[in-house]
């Protein structure tokens, strides 16, 4: 069983910033890729960024250049660093762990729970 633990999030002005994390435990041997995904009221659940197991990064195009992943494979944690944050920006931020490998080879897809970020004027 594998059990994410997010944080970080909460209410910020326009222009501002946060850093979201999410913490992996459990019985699980890697985790390949890491990612962040955000669902905002009344529409779909849409890709934020990913960073797979040797730090190689993809990010939605509305939020290049603002929204950084990175992780820490020693504590099973990923980041979302969200700067120049936009009204638009307002959503559940999910993270979510890919292809992790929990033994007898056998992988599965994780979602943690979601944390709120809403961006004010």
């Known amino acids: 069983q594998v059990q994410l633990v997010e944080s970080g999030g909460g209410l910020v002005q326009a222009g501002g910033s946060l850093r979201l994390s999410c913490s992996a435990s459990?019985?699980?041997?890697?985790?390949?890729?890491m990612g962040w995904y955000r669902q905002a009221p009344g529409k779909e659940r849409e890709l934020v960024g990913t960073i797979n197991s040797v730090g190689g990064t993809n990010y939605a195009d509305s939020v290049k250049g603002r929204f950084t992943i990175s992780r820490d494979n020693a504590k099973n944690t990923v980041y979302l660093q969200m700067n120049s944050l936009k009204l638009e920006d307002t959503a559940v931020y999910y993270c979510n762990l890919d292809r992790v490998n929990i033994g007898r080879g056998t992988f599965r897809n994780y979602w943690g729970q979601g944390t709120q970020v809403t961006v004010s004027s």
């Open positions: 459990g019985s699980f041997f890697a985790i390949n890729t």
